[in-house]
């Protein structure tokens, strides 16, 4: 079964088109943008929920966004087995839904921050980072103000246990607990993360320390 | 015709950097009394509802699928009566 990336675009999202260029362009996978309007996902078997403000972060980011038409098939199409993928806004969205745990809020220091981190690899037993070593440290960009992570002390400790935790700030930027930076569901099917991966794969960039996230993605349904 | 006023607070629990910062900015005015400041939304919601109750019951369930997320915020609520609207 070959890779077919449907790449989310809700009214405000910004980052579609890098996400759609580094998985047509660079991985040359079959991608195609989903629009939040639609009812179902068509053939899709890869779904990414990009960055961007989704209806301008009113309320919650991702709490509007959630409930957009498409969301229905997502979370249907993700309690199924389906690889679902938020970045940034993505992951605040995938929260939002209940398809991962945990929300992010504000910043600790109230600023958007935009800058490029250091993040640890935690662990390399997933779909998403088994291109990666335990502990490497990589570099991707961040542009968020509201990506301070936070759970229960329950959630966190069961995430711990069930290996969760795939990526962790180096230097924390955002208060984040744990200083968590993305994490996958219990079923290891869903991803979130606030760094942006597809801001770091195209050579041209300076940083393609991010492509093996998105190629591991692409080769996951293979 | 009810009216709801929704109060969402983040939960006590959780460090409020906006209050803080609030709180920080009224000490620099003087305000010395101010011990505590917390930031929330107020969301007010007009009703066409058949009684009390069900306006109650029709807020809280959209203060639960949306209004709040109970991950961080708490939430509360009044109801009062008000007149019919046109629009």
Sequence with gaps: MNAKVG??????????????????????????????????IGDRNIVILPGGFSYGDYLRGGSIARFSNIMKEVVRFANNGGIVVGICNGFQILCEAGLLPGVLIRNANLQFICSTVSLNVVNNHSIFTKYYN??????????????????????LDEMNANDQVLFTYNDN????LADIAGIQNKSKNVMGMMPHPERASDAILGNTDGRRLLQSIAESVM | MYKAKVTISLRKSILDPQGKAIEHSL???????????????????????????????????????LLANPVMEDYEFEISKTENITK
């Design chain 1, 7 to 40: 790449v989310v675009v809700f009214p405000g999202s910004n980052c579609d088109h890098d996400a759609y260029y580094v998985f047509n362009d660079i991985l040359k996978a079959d991608t195609k943008f989903l629009w939040h309007k639609d009812s179902g």
């Design chain 1, 134 to 155: 335990p502990g490497e440290e990589i570099n991707i960009p961040i542009a968020h103000g509201e990506g301070n992570f936070l759970c229960s002390r329950e959630t």
């Design chain 1, 173 to 176: 930027p955002n208060g984040s």
């Design chain 2, 27 to 65: 000490k620099s005015l003087g305000f010395d009394s101010i011990v505590d400041t917390r930031m929330g939304k107020s969301i007010e919601l007009k009703i066409d509802a058949k009684d009390e109750e069900e306006a109650k019951r029709i807020t809280d369930e959209a203060c639960q699928k």
